[in-house]
């Protein structure tokens, strides 16, 4: 059994329940802008040495909450498990990313593809998320994630990360019935791994679409937002649970689910109706005009540029104040709803100290203006 939480502030948020401060969490930030990461990496090895150890997963993923008041954890591991899962061989090149030995280049590679044994093939995720629960002990919530069918495609198929997709959007647009098999089975694999998540002991789920906003509109639909609306209904399918739960609160909760889209401002109103809690937005949409698209329909996740965190502990503060305001400018006056992250990924480079500025500002400004 795992310990009751003390901090709900994150999950309260996804449900749109009313909370004393506005929760935060930051997109990657467990990585090498922390000393201390940097030398447990030193010590395993390498990144995926971490990754596939759960102790080490463990470790590294409670690193900046030991620094930072932050309202969530979130898994450390890879977006590329799956594939790798899948054979095709995954591995880091200093400076260059991520690379597959055997990436995917005809029919015949497609028809191999098949949907990874959980808690075999992928077991060592599932034995993160157990060890970290345990560790966690109840203090804020845990989220699992996986990458969009689309962002993990593309690496499946450009065979390494920095590529202009120009692979996978030929295939799309000359043998688009051979990328749906291939996106059919990825769905398939991306919705039994965070079903096992969510089973082991993840308390929320992310998706990640990198790479959706790179493709035309007509083609997101297709390729990207087709399989997102297939993982948010049969997840909230087998969620064993109601999605409002009875008052009585006896009922399993529900796990709420985030579809993060880099690039997918244009896309808010159907992403609100794909049955998902949360949408996670980018910098380049405002969270005024984000809420407008969305309707109060789900919680909104985001949005401050990276980049941000190269800036002074001074305009880091006005920046956080800019992004809680035009959240609550958008919701009707309201600032529940919203847990606050950076519109993408934290950078190696960043400062941890701008880190602590930027966390302490969310949780100070969002009280004191609830306070009015
Ligand atoms: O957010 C977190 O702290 C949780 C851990 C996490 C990692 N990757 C750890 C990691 C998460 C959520 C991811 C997701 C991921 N991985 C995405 C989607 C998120 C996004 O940024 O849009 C993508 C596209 C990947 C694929 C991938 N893995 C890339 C492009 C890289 C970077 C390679 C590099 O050298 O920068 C990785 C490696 C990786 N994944 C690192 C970390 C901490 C760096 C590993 C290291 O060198 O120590």
Redesign the pocket.
């Known amino acids: 059994m795992n310990a009751p939480l003390q901090n709900d502030r994150f999950l309260r948020a996804l449900r749109r329940e009313p909370v004393d401060r506005t929760p935060v969490w930051?997109?990657?930030?467990?990585?090498?802008y922390l000393p201390e990461?940097r030398a447990t990496?030193q010590r395993a090895g390498s990144?995926l040495a971490?990754?596939k150890n759960p102790e080490i997963a463990c470790e590294v993923?409670l690193q900046?909450l030991q620094r930072f008041d932050l309202d969530a954890a979130?898994?450390?591991?890879?977006?590329?498990t799956i594939p790798d899962a899948m054979g095709l061989g995954l591995h880091?090149v200093?400076?260059?990313?991520?690379k597959f030995e055997r990436p995917v280049r005809s029919h015949d590679d497609i028809a191999r593809l098949a949907v990874p044994d959980m808690e075999t093939d992928l077991r060592y995720v599932m034995d993160a998320v157990r060890v970290i629960r345990r560790e966690l002990d109840g203090k804020v919530p845990l989220i699992g994630?996986s990458?969009s069918p689309w962002?993990i495609a593309c690496?499946m198929i450009e065979g390494r990360?920095g590529s202009d997709f120009g692979r996978i959007k030929a295939m799309a647009l000359n043998d688009p019935a051979a990328l749906h098999r291939l996106l059919g089975v990825v769905t398939d694999a991306v919705i039994a791994y965070l079903s096992a998540q969510r089973a082991a002991g993840a308390q929320a789920l992310?998706v990640?679409d990198?790479?959706g906003g790179v493709l035309s509109p007509a083609m997101y639909r297709e390729f990207s937002l087709r399989y997102l609306k297939r993982i948010a209904s049969e997840l909230q399918r087998g969620d064993g649970a109601e999605r409002t739960p009875p008052s009585n609160g006896l009922s399993v909760a529900h796990t709420p689910l985030i579809l993060f889209g880099?690039g997918n401002g244009p896309y808010l109103s159907e992403l609100a109706d794909t049955g998902t809690d949360a949408v996670g937005v980018d910098w380049t949409v405002s969270l005024h005009g984000a809420c407008l698209r969305t309707q109060g329909k789900v919680a909104l996740q985001g949005n401050l540029d990276p980049a941000t965190l190269y800036a002074s502990p001074g305009t880091i503060r006005r920046e956080v104040r800019t992004a809680l305001d035009s959240y609550a400018k958008g919701n009707g006056g309201s600032r529940d709803g919203h847990v606050f992250n950076l519109g993408?990924?934290m950078a190696?480079d960043m400062d941890p100290e701008h880190v602590r500025v930027l966390v302490d500002e969310v949780h100070a400004a969002s009280r004191e203006r609830r306070l009015g």
């Open positions: 930051l997109m990657r930030q467990a990585g090498r990461y990496r990144f971490m990754a993923t900046p979130i898994l450390f591991s890879d977006i590329l880091f200093d400076g260059e990313g991520p994630f990458g962002t690496y990360g992310q990640f990198t790479w880099k993408h990924g190696p």
